[in-house]
């Protein structure tokens, strides 16, 4: 990010089918639910068509989370694709994402992917050693994502991917961390962005059962630091807390969250954003089992569980927060002072008055620098 915000509406369009539930995942998602595949992708067809006309259009980017959306057959998501394309429109150079499990990948799907209008995938790597991937409850090896990487590549997805790291696991050691990271600045291409995750318990979570495989905060703390320092030196720039990028490749569908952009959530657990008069911002959310989204989707009603209303304060406090996430910073006024004494914020002149930026300590303390700033008007938020 480089000073300046993003403009545009997205599309975020949930597949919550996996193989495997990872260990430490709390997502909308099912493991079970195969026979529910086309049901499912003709249900977010129809829902996108139910919120055409909406004011998200034409869309900058798409994404397709999940889960694992790379697991349904090709066809189902190219369906889902056309029919976000067809409700919403596409801006001229708009970005389209899919998330992907490095074993799911084949040259048949990544060529449908590239025929329909894909433009980036996100490779979900997690870690390149054996013993960490087991830790985790990951099924693939470094090999499968080496081998995934060599065939995005040859479908001409090589100079627009990101790779996902989590950092942190009882069984990672610092040098199991640096090892992940040298091998995937190896990767023939390299990727041009980045995201690192630091491992969080959730409750309900097989890692949460198990207190033994717990990240600790020390650790973690100097395995981000590490993240930094080796990112930094290869050319690429931290521009929100879990996110590194070589300039001009920033994820801009991620942007467009950071920025409180405007965003359509379809499929079920999907959420959405619009800007309402007066400064203030509507969210809503889709109901989370799939069953019961296809059946009010196929009744001809919008799934959403529930909403809430953002006053134009509340707007402007989440902005200021989400601002200081990331390398564009929050408005130099709204940082105390002793936060640049501490050496958690750094300032910078521009003609906008100025910025305070996270220092690398600052990313560490990030939640706590947030709570210390000043809300528009003077007040604490």
Known sequence: MDGTQTSGSGAYVHVPFCSRRCDYCAFATWTDREHLWERYAKAVE????????????????V???GGTPSLVPADLLVGMLSAVVEAFGLAPGAEVTVECNPGTLTSQKLEAYRRAGVTRLSLGAQSMVPHVLASLGRQHSPGVVREAVALLAEAGFGASYNIDLIYGAAAESPEDWRRSLDEVLSLEPVPPHL???????????????SPERHPVDDDQADKYLVADQVLSAVGYRWYEL???AVPGHECRHNQLYWDQGEYVGLGCAAHSHQRLAAGGSRRWWNVRTP????????????P?????DLTAAQVQ??????????????????VPPELVDEGL???????DGGRGVLTARGRLLANEVTLRLQAPGGGLG
Not at 54 to 60: C, D, F, K, V, W
Not at 345 to 351: F, H, K, Q, R, S
Request: net charge neutral; aromatic share 8%; with cysteine.
């Open 242 to 244: 879990s996110n590194w």
């Open 63 to 65: 994404f397709f989370g």
């Open 291 to 302: 069953e019961r989204y296809c059946r009010l989707v196929e009744a001809g009603a919008l």
């Open 304 to 308: 959403e569980a529930a909403s809430e």
């Open 46 to 61: 129809r829902e996108a068509r139910l919120r055409a006309g909406s004011a998200h259009g034409p869309l900058t980017s």
């Open 345 to 351: 914020v750094e300032l910078t002149t521009g003609a």
């Open 317 to 334: 406090w989440e902005a200021l927060v989400l601002a200081m996430r990331t390398r564009r910073g929050a408005p130099a006024p709204s």
């Open 195 to 209: 995201s690192t995750y630091a491992l969080t318990v959730e409750p309900g979570t097989p890692l949460a059962a």
